[in-house]
């Protein structure tokens, strides 16, 4: 679900350097990396001393923020409080404003959904759905392979994309055990033990045949001829480098299918939610109602999510699971698959389906619907019940995850809830306990996400939103589907070095003001820009599920930037392809409404690209 920040958690530690000699070049880097917390607010004063203007001042914040953010010289939780003290020390916004937009209404969904998420990553659902589509898809690698990428498709969806990963990682690995026993594999894809191998010439296709038998017979003192120890290790090296493949093609196929998941749901990830928060206050400044929902969300990105996912499962096949015989590589043990056991196995430990798992599930299920129903696009839902905007996402959000601390997580007893004697401790514990919430919860986000709503409050406060809208005239007679697919390359990029989130809460505020100085609808540069920013499938640092992968050994970074830069490239067109045709049909991407140029005549039409 959320993709929080890189931590240092899941990065691969260096080994002790017990040298007594001068420092190495990369501490020196590092240490000069870590100058930035003081050169930047230096070399960036001369902009508020020069220009005694409020724009400028609040440039210079944006601008220090910016560094931190990009390099994360402190924690981006950290950068993202700097407005509560500059901007009242500039004389920008008084300390109680810039302290109230912190928590908002896209923070309580945000919040909300999360507690859900908790309730099932504290009942082990997560991991149960996960085994459970294992056991149904086989063992057969491009099978198990889909398998593995939908159950983590769909969890990421809905938790966090670092929890998902974390807890799919370990299946992987124990998937990759058994398939390593498989070491050698005939024609018709029978495995046998090395240990247990005999190699008879075949006289018509000068080839060998692997022959299981009880013991080996070879020379007088039991070894193998010459020739047939070469036949094995040859067989050995192979067998090893489509293990290799087999392991970089499973590992990488949890990360980006944790980071794609992100986009199939409003709650799915950081610059989804980001977004929304943006886009209620652009659309807010204009007296109009953002029509981003739960439900219009996944019209838009569900389909997109699900194209990817299945773009990805096919070009890990090719680029990996390439040589011929592999794709039925499975281990039979008295008649019964190998690595169809383990997972059986793993499942067999979570036990039968208990009460709790099916509370929690009910519950999620109940908050989906409502969700989904509260606003069915214009054409009614349960929300019209209620007077105009006095209801939102995240109100069912929140009433959903407060039942979760009510609701016991065992068949209560009605005439008892606690321990005779024990007045202090109840019999039956909730759903989910705040001492999970506190464990679980990324809170770093909600710093984020307010930090990014304050620099909203002050540019538009003091006139620096003007300001750039009225800079950016000057791109107002370039195709503006040319300028999106720009714009989505180069988004697509900086999201490799800096967090989605951060990247996210920089560009929505400009790309608003861009897309109505270009008179276009905002949504039309800051939904694809907002999805964009999860296409981070180059480099370990771009992503927590990223570091996660890498830190196993198993997935070397030219693996990654090999495998990654190609959905890269091909993201993208596939999301401009969404824009133009299911996101424009519901959103109208291609029309601006009259409010945003402070006009009364009929909206203003740009030509699509299939029309072009």
């Given amino acids: 679900m959320m993709s929080d920040p890189p931590e240092q958690d899941y990065q691969v530690e ?12 990369l501490k020196q880097m590092w240490a000069l990396h870590n100058c930035f917390v003081f050169l930047a607010p230096v070399i960036l004063l001369p902009l508020p001393l020069l220009v005694d203007r409020p724009e400028a001042k609040c440039a210079y914040v944006i601008a220090i923020m910016a560094v931190y953010w990009t390099t ?16 009242p020390m500039m004389g920008l916004l008084t300390a109680k404003t810039v302290s109230g937009v912190y928590m908002n209404d896209t923070s309580m969904l945000f919040f909300g959904g999360l507690l859900l998420a908790v309730a099932i990553e504290v009942w082990d659902i997560h991991k149960r759905i996960a085994l459970k589509v294992l056991m149904l898809v086989g063992s057969e690698p491009k099978w198990l392979l889909l398998g593995l990428m939908g159950v983590t498709w769909f969890l990421s969806m809905w938790i966090s994309n670092t929890a998902t990963t974390a807890m799919m990682i370990p299946i992987v690995q124990a998937i990759l055990q058994q398939i390593k026993l498989t070491d050698i594999t005939n024609d018709d894809g029978n495995l046998a033990d090395p240990e247990m191998l005999e190699l008879e010439p075949n006289d018509k296709s000068k080839s060998y045949e692997v022959t299981v038998i009880s013991e080996v017979n070879g020379g007088p003192n039991g070894e193998l001829p010459p020739k047939y120890n070469d036949v094995l290790e040859t067989d050995k090296r192979e067998t090893d480098a489509r293990h290799a493949r087999m392991a970089k093609c499973m590992c990488l196929a949890i990360a980006y299918a944790a980071n794609i998941g992100g986009i199939g749901s409003l709650t799915g990830t950081g610059p989804n939610l980001i977004l929304k928060g943006q886009a209620d206050i652009v659309f807010g400044e204009y007296n109009l109602t953002s029509p ?6 996944m019209i838009y990105g569900l389909p997109l999510s699900f194209i990817l996912v299945i773009i990805l ?14 794709t039925t590589c499975r281990r039979k043990v008295e008649g019964k698959d190998r690595v ?18 099916i509370s929690v ?91 990014g709503y304050a620099l909203a409050k002050a540019s538009s406060e003091t006139g620096l939103s003007e300001l750039v809208g009225t800079s950016l005239k000057v791109f107002q007679d370039l ?15 900086l999201t490799e070095v800096t967090s989605n989130t951060a990247i996210a809460t920089l560009m929505m505020p400009i790309l608003s003001r861009l897309a109505l100085s270009m008179q276009v609808n905002p949504l039309y540069f800051m939904f694809p820009a907002a999805i964009t920013t999860s296409f981070a499938f180059m480099l370990p640092v771009a992503t927590p599920p990223n570091a996660i992968v890498f830190s196993y050994g198993q997935v070397r970074v030219i693996d990654m930037v090999l495998a990654g830069f190609f959905m890269n490239i091909v993201s993208v067109p596939i999301l401009l392809l969404a824009t133009a045709t299911w996101g424009n049909a519901f959103f109208h991407f291609d029309q601006v409404q009259p409010e945003f140029l402070n006009l009364t005549t009929s909206i203003t039409t740009v030509t699509p690209i299939c029309g072009s």
């Fill in 14 to 25: 260096n080994q002790e350097d017990t040298s007594t000699e001068s420092p190495s070049c």
């Fill in 72 to 87: 994360e010289v402190i924690p981006i939780a950290v950068t993202s409080l700097i407005p509560i003290f500059l901007f």
């Fill in 292 to 297: 981003i929902t739960f439900s219009t969300w």
């Fill in 313 to 326: 499962w096919v070009w890990l096949q090719i680029f990996f699971l390439r040589c011929k015989g592999f």
């Fill in 340 to 357: 169809a056991e383990v997972i059986a196995s793993e499942y067999k430990k979570l036990g039968p389906v208990n009460f709790p798992q």
């Fill in 361 to 451: 599930m009910v519950f999620f299920g109940i908050l989906v619907v409502l969700w989904i129903t509260r606003d069915l696009g214009g054409i009614g839902g349960w929300g019209t019940l209620f007077k105009s905007k006095f209801v939102s996402d995240s109100t069912p959000a929140i009433f959903m995850g407060l039942l979760l601390f009510i609701f016991p997580s065992a068949v209560p007893n009605i005439f008892c809830f606690r321990k005779r004697g024990d007045k202090s401790k109840p019999l039956i514990k909730p759903l989910l306990t705040w001492q999970s919430v506190h464990e679980k919860m990324p809170w770093t986000l909600y710093l984020l996400l307010g930090g």
């Fill in 479 to 493: 195709n503006p589907w040319l300028m999106l697919m720009i714009l989505c390359y180069i988004i697509t990029f």
